[in-house]
T-cell receptor
Framework: DAMVIQNPRYQVTQFGKPVTLSCSQT?????MYWYQQKSSQAPKLLFH???????NEADTPDNFQSRRPNTSFCFLDIRSPGLGDAAMYLC?????????????FGPGTRLTVL | KQEVTQIPAALSVPEGENLVLNCSFT??????LQWFRQDPGKGLTSLLL?????REQTSGRLNASLDKSSGRSTLYIAASQPGDSATYLC??????????????FGSGTRLQVQP
């Protein structure tokens, strides 16, 4: 089945130790997104790629970076995780950027920072 | 800046009841509105997407309505079942720039259906 896959599902890192979260998709969608969702809060968009074009939200901290080496994969890099970065990180895709295009989400990666 | 509010934050009902979840948004200039389901510790599953030009969408026991002018949407769940227990999130797509998409989410309504 076509889907959005996130690895790992659970990630534990130490304060200040760089960490990379992975997302892949078999939907061949043009757009990939990264959201941060803290406990009992709404998901918050960090950035997205439309093909190779990177779009950063204005309030996304510099500590968060992203790479999209090809259509299928997108990575979230946290350069120096702080305790406040502990959250669920959700990857999503959409075929395009029109109002007809639903976003499809992966299962998420829960990040713990010790 | 768009703000999305969902009321109530939590809801507990007995099995079989029909129920309504509410979503309101402050800026009516939206492209579409999506309702999602999130099970504990899991990702989001898209339930329904309503275009800004539409009034409602239906999928099985779910019916979502949209009143864009008043900034409101409702999700109606008929004959609720224990398997419907989850958090339901609404999100509005309000960015008008081609190639730049942004969903603004509400904090969700946590639904518990008692057997």
């Amino acid at each position: 089945d076509a889907m959005v896959i996130q690895n790992p599902r659970y990630q534990v890192t130490q304060f200040g130790k760089p960490v990379t979260l992975s997302c892949s998709q078999t939907l061949n969608h043009n757009v990939m997104y990264w959201y941060q969702q803290k406990s009992s809060q709404a998901p918050k968009l960090l950035f997205h790629y439309y093909d190779k074009d990177f779009n950063n939200e204005a309030d996304t901290p510099d500590n968060f970076q992203s790479r999209r080496p090809n259509t299928s994969f997108c990575f979230l890099d946290i350069r120096s995780p702080g305790l406040g970065d502990a959250a669920m990180y959700l990857c999503a895709t959409s075929r395009g950027a029109t109002s007809l295009d639903e976003q499809f989400f992966g299962p998420g990666t829960r990040l713990t920072v010790l | 800046k768009q703000e999305v509010t969902q009321i109530p934050a939590a809801l507990s009902v007995p099995e079989g009841e029909n129920l309504v979840l509410n979503c309101s948004f402050t800026d009516s200039a939206i492209y579409n509105l999506q309702w999602f389901r999130q099970d504990p510790g899991k990702g989001l599953t898209s339930l329904l997407l309503i275009q800004s030009s539409q009034r409602e969408q239906t999928s099985g026991r779910l019916n979502a309505s949209l009143d864009k002018s008043s900034g409101r949407s409702t999700l109606y769940i008929a004959a609720s079942q224990p398997g419907d227990s989850a958090t339901y999130l609404c999100a509005v797509d309000d960015n008008m720039d081609t190639g730049r998409r942004a969903l603004t989410f509400g904090s969700g309504t946590r639904l518990q259906v008692q057997p």
